[in-house]
Every structure is written in structure tokens, then in C-alpha cells.
């Protein structure tokens, strides 16, 4: 069982930058996996970005449009999405999710944290 723990998300104003992190509680960090997520009120859950296990591969909701970048540091156990040019409909509690093989889709991931909330104010 892997153990996920968000931190970094607050209040900022449009156009400001926030750097999210994600540390799990256990090695072996590199075998997951990593996605991040969003859901705002009312709305479903949607997929913000996601990277290898080894940090290779990535790839991005159509929304990101190159304001946000995931990466990861495997020899800290956490993972990180950075987020600049941020607006007000990005406002959504962020959740980090892990997964046993590369995947975009919710579903695929099986471990989840318990989310930190991003407002971004206009």
C-alpha cells in the first residue's frame, strides 16, 4: 500500500504560480506511475498531467497548454507539478494519484491522496 501526501496548494492571485508536491510514504517511488488530477465543485474529476515511473514520459490535459510541468524526484520519493500563468478556472482541489503502469485514465490509478486545495482568485 502506498501512501500519498499532497502539500503546496493555497490561495493565489490570476497569473500566479503555485508548486505543488506529492510524497509517498514508502519506496520503490520509481516502480509507480504518477498523475495529477483535479475536481472542482460540481464537476467531475479530470486529468491534469501524469509521468513515468522514470520520469520520461508525460503528458498533459488539453486545458495545461504548457502553463503547468510534472516531474519527479525519485531519490525524495515525491513527485511535483508546477503550475504558472494560473487562472481562475484552474481553481479545484488537486489530488496525486499512483498507478502500476503509465496511464492518462482515472481509473487506471490506484492509489490516491487526499487532495490540496488551489483557488486562484481574478
Known amino acids: 500500500q502506498v501512501q500519498l501526501i499532497e502539500s503546496g496548494g493555497g490561495l493565489v492571485q490570476a497569473g500566479g504560480s503555485l508548486r505543488l508536491s506529492c510524497a509517498a510514504s514508502?519506496?520503490?517511488?520509481?516502480?509507480?506511475?504518477m498523475g495529477w488530477f483535479r475536481q472542482a465543485p460540481g464537476k467531475e474529476r479530470e486529468f491534469v498531467a501524469a509521468i513515468s515511473g522514470g520520469g520520461r514520459i508525460q503528458n498533459y490535459g488539453e486545458f495545461v497548454k504548457g502553463r503547468f510541468t510534472v516531474s519527479r524526484d525519485n531519490a525524495k520519493n515525491t513527485g511535483y507539478l508546477e503550475m504558472n500563468s494560473l487562472k481562475p478556472e484552474d481553481t479545484a482541489v488537486y489530488y496525486c494519484a499512483g498507478a502500476m503502469f503509465y496511464t492518462t485514465v482515472r481509473s487506471d490509478y490506484n492509489y490516491w491522496g487526499q487532495g490540496t486545495q488551489v483557488t486562484v482568485s481574478s
Open positions: 514508502r519506496g520503490a517511488f520509481s516502480r509507480y506511475a
